[in-house]
């Protein structure tokens, strides 16, 4: 789907964490004598990509792109956005607990494994659907101009991190 170019900024960090959501995924499928190592590594980078970009991506997305749509339509209202924050406090709430589970159990692979792979899919799945059902929406009801200029807010804000993989 082509996308407006003021949202290019937003669709190219899905890509990065598209990226990271794989290499999640792959971690939990190793074979078994390298699943631990493949899934600590994986969540470690995660994290990483997740303090280094994610974080920020997030409050754009909340800060940025949600004011701008909510100046046309009620967000309360709608339930696609409500859907889109719940996503993100669910996906929050997983990356706080493998946080902690890196922290506090580094021999233990179970909780590492089920929160990498169930944080794979959950980050997968929100970002197939802001693509196919939030910016689309957005992009329907915001003109040109409000784009181009949140566009640019993005883009500056996106040219001060690393999306590393």
């Not at 999640?24 to 493949?38: F, G, H, L, V």
């Not at 749509?69 to 669910?90: C, G």
């Not at 910016?135 to 001060?160: N, W």
Request: some cysteine; charged content about 25%.
């Amino acid at each position: 789907m082509k996308r407006h170019a003021g949202l290019h900024p937003l669709s190219q960090h899905h890509h990065f964490a598209l990226t990271q959501a794989l290499l999640m995924r792959r971690a939990a499928e190793a074979p078994a004598s390298r699943r631990a190592a493949a899934l600590r590594q994986a969540a470690e980078k995660f994290l990483s990509f997740w303090k280094k970009a994610g974080e920020q991506h997030f409050r754009e997305e909340e800060e940025l792109l949600l004011p701008a749509y909510a100046r046309h339509t009620p967000l309360e209202q709608d339930p696609v956005v409500a859907r889109m924050l719940a996503e993100h406090a669910k996906i929050r709430g997983q990356i706080q607990q493998l946080q902690t589970a890196l922290e506090t159990s580094p021999e233990a692979g179970l909780p590492i494994e089920e929160g990498v792979a169930t944080l794979a899919r959950a980050l997968y799945d929100l970002i197939r659907y802001e693509e196919n059902e939030v910016f689309p929406r957005i992009e329907r009801v915001l003109g040109d101009a409000e784009l181009q200029a949140l566009g640019q807010r993005l883009t500056r804000l996106h040219s001060k991190y690393s999306c590393e993989i």
